[in-house]
């Protein structure tokens, strides 16, 4: 358990960075974005020594609980077909606005999901990416 929320802190501090960054005045970080529609891409290193089974159910689950979040557009999670692809995987999230995808993060239920598999994958550093207009 102490591993995942380490992983989240990570990910929240990189969040952080992004919108808040004051030497990067881009569209990122104006009030507006925020109740814009964004994409997140999350990258994602599996485990090798977990068993292949229990890393895809534990994959699965989250994506399935992700699917019921409010305010999410659509995504899909991908693998590389190489097998030595650092990470493994990519989820691609969208989101109706920042808001959505940050309640995402502080529900306790996913907080649980990601203690839960934290032996079967790793997230490595989320991106966010707005459309270009």
Same mark, same amino acid.
Do not use: C
């Given at each position: 358990?102490?591993?995942?929320?380490?992983?989240? &802190?990570?990910? &929240? @501090?990189?969040?952080?960075?992004?919108?808040?960054?004051?030497?990067?005045?881009?569209?990122?970080?104006?009030? $507006?974005?925020?109740?814009?529609?964004?994409?997140? *891409?999350?990258?994602? @290193? *599996?485990?090798?020594?977990?068993?292949?089974?229990? $890393?895809?159910?534990?994959?699965?689950? $989250?994506?399935?609980?992700?699917?019921?979040?409010?305010?999410?557009?659509?995504?899909?999670?991908?693998?590389?077909?190489?097998?030595?692809?650092?990470? @493994?995987? *990519?989820?691609?999230?969208?989101?109706?606005?920042?808001? @959505?995808?940050?309640?995402? &993060?502080?529900?306790?239920?996913?907080?649980?999901?990601?203690?839960? %598999?934290?032996?079967? %994958?790793?997230?490595?550093?989320?991106?966010? %990416?707005?459309?270009?207009?």
């Amino acid at each position: 358990m102490k591993r995942s929320i380490i992983q989240l &802190f990570a990910l &929240f @501090s990189m969040l952080a960075g992004l919108l808040l960054s004051a030497g990067n005045a881009s569209a990122q970080t104006t009030e $507006t974005t925020r109740d814009n529609p964004l994409t997140i *891409v999350i990258p994602i @290193s *599996v485990n090798k020594s977990s068993p292949a089974a229990e $890393t895809t159910a534990a994959l699965k689950a $989250t994506q399935a609980f992700i699917k019921q979040q409010p305010g999410l557009i659509d995504e899909q999670l991908m693998e590389s077909k190489n097998p030595d692809a650092k990470p @493994s995987h *990519v989820h691609v999230t969208r989101w109706k606005n920042l808001v @959505s995808w940050e309640n995402l &993060f502080s529900n306790p239920e996913f907080n649980a999901l990601n203690a839960k %598999y934290h032996n079967a %994958y790793t997230i490595d550093a989320a991106q966010l %990416y707005l459309p270009v207009k």
